[in-house]
């Protein structure tokens, strides 16, 4: 690992644990500043939102499942899951333990994707003849998950029955009721069936069966089905740790302003996992990596704690896609559906955005 002469002993020890939105990007921004290692448990980083595109285009994915050895080229990435942490060292699930003077934790939300970035490309390739196959698809859930998948399918194969199911009272309930009633409508005319207020039990349900019931009854008989019903934070395994008071009732773990843990001087958490007071977004774990990274290396040089950046409350700002063309879009003044807000982010679903920003050819696959 290339260290240079300058940093001296200064040179310290940064552990990461998840590659995701914000550990992806904090490793990267880190790497020639310190020594720099990455705990995931997968070969790659994925872009979350670029998945539901994959579904149906799957060389999509060629551009948005990338290696972390392409971006991470100054640091070693350890490929395992963390499950404990002492005062200087993270224990992996395969026995290593991994020393740092300052710990990074962005393990956002649990995932049980492939280790490897062919698998997860095979994955795409299946789930596409899944669909292709299907003449009716079967939606569970209508946060923007199942609401961009079902948009995805609609818009790429009209000629398909699609029904979403979604047991609240209206979908993306993470967002304002306006920009729901216009994603509703918006579905309803691509014909996509929504079903709101009701469950579909999926444990009753026959291994290899078409038919699913409703909680209120209703039969759905559909080829193929997809659960979209949100993953769960993924901090369980730290409720273990010296860190078991850190969290707040939802999970989190408890930061302050310069998003170092309440108490720790030297662990940082940001992403999803951070109790910051705003909605899940990309976007906000990309402003947190890039604040955690300036005050990492503020701490690194020896610099000033009240010279340290912190984080500003954000004004809320949504673009759920819906396929390729459309967008509905949640602004602080205004909410609006369609080519607009599309244009801003469903052609390329800030796929090169996010290259750019790591470092890599926003068009080409650089593997
Ligand atoms: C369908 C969908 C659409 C979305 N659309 C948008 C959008 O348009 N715009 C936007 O800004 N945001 C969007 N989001 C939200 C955005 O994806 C999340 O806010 C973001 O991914 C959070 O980043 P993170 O780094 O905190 O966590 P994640 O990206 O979830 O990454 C967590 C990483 O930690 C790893 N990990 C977990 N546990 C461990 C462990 N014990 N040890 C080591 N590694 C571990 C995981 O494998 C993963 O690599 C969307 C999300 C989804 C699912």
């Known amino acids: 690992m290339e260290r240079p002469p300058e940093m001296g002993g200064l040179w310290k020890r940064v552990v990461v644990i998840g590659g995701g939105v914000a550990g992806s990007l904090i490793a990267k921004s880190l790497q020639f500043h310190a020594d720099v290692t990455l705990i995931d448990p997968k070969e790659y980083f994925e872009i979350p939102w670029a998945s539901l595109r994959a579904m149906v285009e799957p060389s999509f994915a060629e551009r948005s499942v990338i290696y972390h050895k392409d971006y991470l080229t100054n640091g070693r990435l350890v490929m395992s899951k963390a499950i404990n942490i002492s005062k200087s060292e993270v224990l992996t699930a395969e026995g290593r333990m991994v020393a740092y003077d300052y710990l990074v934790i962005a393990t956002g939300h649990n995932d049980s994707f492939p280790k490897t970035r062919t698998e997860r490309l095979k994955e795409y390739r299946a789930e596409n003849k899944k669909i292709k196959a299907a003449s009716s698809v079967l939606i569970v859930g209508g946060g923007p998950t199942g609401v961009e998948l079902a948009a995805e399918i609609a818009v790429d194969h009209p000629d398909k029955r699609v029904v979403l199911v979604h047991d609240g009272s209206r979908l993306l309930e993470f967002i304002g009721p306006k ?52 993953k769960p934070l993924a901090s369980a395994w730290l409720k273990e740790t010296m860190l078991k008071n850190s969290f707040d009732d939802f999970g989190r773990l408890k930061v302050d302003e310069n998003l170092r843990v309440k108490g720790y001087k030297n662990i940082f958490a940001i992403g999803d996992i951070a109790d910051v007071k705003e909605i899940k977004q990309g976007y906000l774990a990309q402003k947190h990596a890039l604040i955690a990274a300036k005050n990492l290396k503020l701490m690194m040089s020896g ?55 790591l470092g890599l050819d926003p068009r080409l696959v650089n593997s």
């Open 303 to 357: 610099g000033k704690e009240s010279k340290m950046a912190t984080l500003k409350p954000h004004s809320m700002k949504v673009i759920v896609s819906l396929g390729r063309y459309d967008a509905v879009a949640q602004f602080p003044l205004t909410t609006i559906i369609g080519l607009v807000p599309g244009l801003i982010k469903s052609k390329d679903l800030f796929v090169g955005k996010v290259r750019k920003q």
């Open 179 to 230: 920009a729901a009633g216009k994603t509703l409508e918006w579905l309803k005319s691509k014909n996509v069936e929504v079903k709101l207020r009701q469950s579909v039990d999926l444990n009753n349900s026959l291994e290899g069966s078409t038919t699913y019931v409703t909680s209120t009854g209703e039969i759905i008989i559909a080829d193929c089905l997809f659960v979209c019903t949100g």
